[in-house]
């Protein structure tokens, strides 16, 4: 399915919104609207009297959130927020609990697509990368004032970056001459200073853009913030939807889910639970990729992975 406005095709559209495992009358939260993709399809199957709560950090979409709820029945409430304040915002527009939340993580190609949001070396705009332009340090401000160590634990924390040292020793040397301010000039550093391997499928500068927009915008933290607030607004039965593209996310997500279905955190050789912490949440199946064709269709897709639980009582 493609969005058809913008040409986005979501990521796992069907199963995911079949994972929501959606009821008619529902009341549901697309933690990150982006182009919608999700929530039209989830509209279809919540019906007249349900609802979709739809959050994204970037306020310039909220034009096509008003869009799509002119065209579907269901209502749609849209909020210029991160979904890690979902469980207040949630509450602001009067539900205690919500029959579902799904997170499709990472960054749309509605912003990629934009030159002048910064997060693509594949067309030149100002070195930005934050979700809201509103606010917040951009990426430009980051590698101006960093000092190079935290410029290399940023690249290689948040990128995996194992030329992190060098890149970000050619950083603060270009910087000294003069500032950095346009992704190209960014992305032709890198390429100068770690060199392309021959066949190599992605550009050198991959995960040094990766790991500056994680840390500019804070997705880790604000994925482990809205896990939480998830769990807060889920009712009994209600089901969390996460699709994680990299590593680092996926990771949060598989081991906050194994604490939650676990529920003990008492420490392993202790040999009763004194701790009293019940299960919260059940896991729903094997995490899910896409298939070849999808791939093929979408090469956006190539390396997400969706990960399904359950609300227990």
Same mark, same amino acid.
């Given at each position: 399915?493609?969005?058809?406005?913008?040409?986005?095709?979501?990521?796992?559209?069907?199963?995911?919104?079949?994972?929501?495992?959606?009821?008619?009358?529902?009341?549901?939260?697309?933690?990150?609207?982006?182009?919608?993709?999700?929530?039209?399809?989830?509209?279809?199957?919540?019906?007249?009297?349900? +609802?979709?709560?739809?959050?994204?950090?970037?306020?310039?979409?909220?034009?096509?959130?008003?869009?799509?709820?002119?065209?579907?029945?269901?209502?749609?409430?849209?909020?210029?927020?991160?979904?890690?304040?979902?469980?207040?915002? +949630?509450? *602001?527009?009067?539900? *205690?609990?919500?029959?579902?939340?799904?997170?499709?993580?990472?960054?749309?190609?509605? /912003?990629?697509?934009?030159?002048?949001?910064?997060?693509?070396?594949?067309?030149?705009? @100002?070195?930005?990368?934050?979700?809201?332009?509103?606010?917040?340090?951009?990426?430009?401000?980051?590698?101006?004032?960093?000092?190079?160590?935290?410029?290399?634990?940023?690249?290689?924390?948040?990128?995996?970056?194992?030329?992190?040292?060098?890149?970000?020793?050619?950083?603060?040397?270009?910087? /000294?001459?003069?500032?950095?301010?346009?992704?190209?000039?960014?992305?032709?550093?890198?390429?100068?200073?770690?060199?392309?391997?021959?066949?190599?499928?992605?550009?050198?500068?991959?995960?040094?853009?990766?790991?500056?927009?994680?840390?500019?915008?804070?997705?880790?933290?604000?994925?482990? #913030?809205?896990?939480?607030?998830?769990?807060? +607004?889920?009712?009994?039965?209600?089901?969390?939807?996460?699709?994680?593209?990299?590593?680092?996310?996926?990771?949060?997500?598989? /081991?906050?889910?194994?604490?939650?279905?676990?529920?003990?955190?008492? @420490?392993?050789?202790? @040999?009763?639970?004194?701790?009293?912490?019940?299960?919260?949440?059940?896991?729903?199946?094997?995490?899910?990729? @896409?298939?070849?064709?999808?791939?093929? #269709?979408?090469?956006?897709? #190539?390396?997400?992975?969706?990960?399904?639980?359950?609300?227990?009582?």
């Amino acid at each position: 399915m493609i969005d058809d406005v913008s040409g986005h095709i979501p990521v796992l559209l069907h199963q995911a919104i079949d994972a929501l495992n959606p009821r008619p009358g529902g009341v549901y939260v697309d933690g990150t609207f982006g182009a919608g993709g999700h929530s039209r399809l989830l509209a279809t199957r919540i019906g007249a009297d349900g +609802v979709i709560i739809a959050f994204d950090r970037d306020a310039s979409v909220e034009e096509r959130a008003r869009a799509l709820d002119r065209e579907v029945e269901c209502a749609i409430h849209f909020v210029a927020d991160s979904f890690a304040e979902m469980g207040r915002r +949630v509450r *602001q527009l009067g539900y *205690q609990q919500v029959d579902g939340v799904l997170l499709d993580l990472g960054i749309s190609s509605l /912003q990629l697509a934009d030159a002048e949001r910064g997060f693509s070396f594949q067309r030149e705009g @100002p070195l930005d990368m934050r979700m809201d332009p509103g606010s917040g340090q951009s990426a430009a401000d980051l590698i101006a004032t960093a000092d190079q160590r935290e410029l290399a634990d940023i690249l290689f924390r948040y990128g995996e970056e194992r030329q992190s040292r060098r890149i970000a020793a050619a950083i603060v040397r270009r910087r /000294q001459e003069r500032p950095i301010r346009t992704t190209t000039e960014l992305a032709e550093l890198v390429e100068r200073t770690i060199g392309r391997r021959p066949g190599a499928r992605i550009h050198p500068a991959t995960r040094t853009f990766q790991a500056l927009r994680i840390a500019v915008n804070d997705e880790l933290g604000e994925l482990e #913030r809205g896990l939480e607030a998830a769990l807060e +607004v889920l009712a009994p039965g209600g089901r969390l939807v996460v699709i994680s593209f990299h590593s680092l996310e996926d990771r949060i997500v598989k /081991q906050f889910i194994a604490r939650e279905v676990k529920g003990c955190i008492c @420490p392993p050789e202790q @040999p009763i639970c004194t701790c009293g912490r019940e299960p919260t949440l059940k896991a729903i199946g094997r995490p899910v990729r @896409p298939d070849d064709d999808e791939v093929a #269709r979408n090469p956006r897709a #190539r390396s997400a992975i969706m990960r399904v639980a359950e609300r227990l009582p």
